[in-house]
């Protein structure tokens, strides 16, 4: 992994990140007591390429039978948290004061958004991440019931879909991502998906209008 720490002390700022990502370069910290922040670009990237998402049938029934409900950018503050919680999935984070301040500038922005899933009034999953021309930038999810972070993946790639999006960038390939059609791609071959992406303008809003339409 290629880390690329600027020397000098550059403001954290919203239009600073937009830039990062649009040139394949994204901020990470080393804990959430560190307040400084380094910049990566991977030499192998994870992506999840929209039509190759793996739902099976056990989580369609999962997705049936949870009761879950879903909703979009209604509690992002909540959803960093659930992401920044030491716990069984992690034992250190990388949300730090700076990743939570500038990234909740950018969702009152609408550049940042979030997948939530809900039993009633419990948060029990979700994700976060930047939309940008016609990329979404995954930035992290959590978990506190099972499938509930499955069922916000799900949720983000038909979301995505609907709205014309052609990239769904997921940083590195864990496990789990793999197990949903998560791939890792060389860095030259990011970029040059970037590149194209960046060119389409995605709509995140287009599935809302899409489930208001009568059958």
Known sequence: MARRQDPFDIEITPELIIRAYSAGIFPMSEDAEDENLFWVSPEHRGILPLDGFRLSTSLRKAIRKS???????????????????VGEDRDTTWINRTIRQVYGELFNRGVAHTVEVWDGTE????????????????????????????????????????????????????DHLASLGGIEIA?????????????HQGDWHAFDRLAQQPD
């Open 123 to 174: 948060l029990v999953g979700g994700l976060y991440g930047l939309a940008i021309g016609g990329a979404f930038f995954g930035e992290s999810m959590f978990h506190r019931r099972t499938n509930a972070s499955k069922i916000a993946m799900a949720h983000l790639v038909a979301r995505l879909n609907a709205g014309g999006f052609v990239l769904l960038d997921t940083q590195f390939l864990t």
């Open 67 to 85: 009761g879950f409900t879903v909703r979009v950018d209604t509690d992002f503050a909540a959803i960093i948290d659930g992401c920044a919680t």
């Open 187 to 199: 860095r030259q071959d990011y970029e040059e998906r970037l590149a194209g992406a960046l060119l």
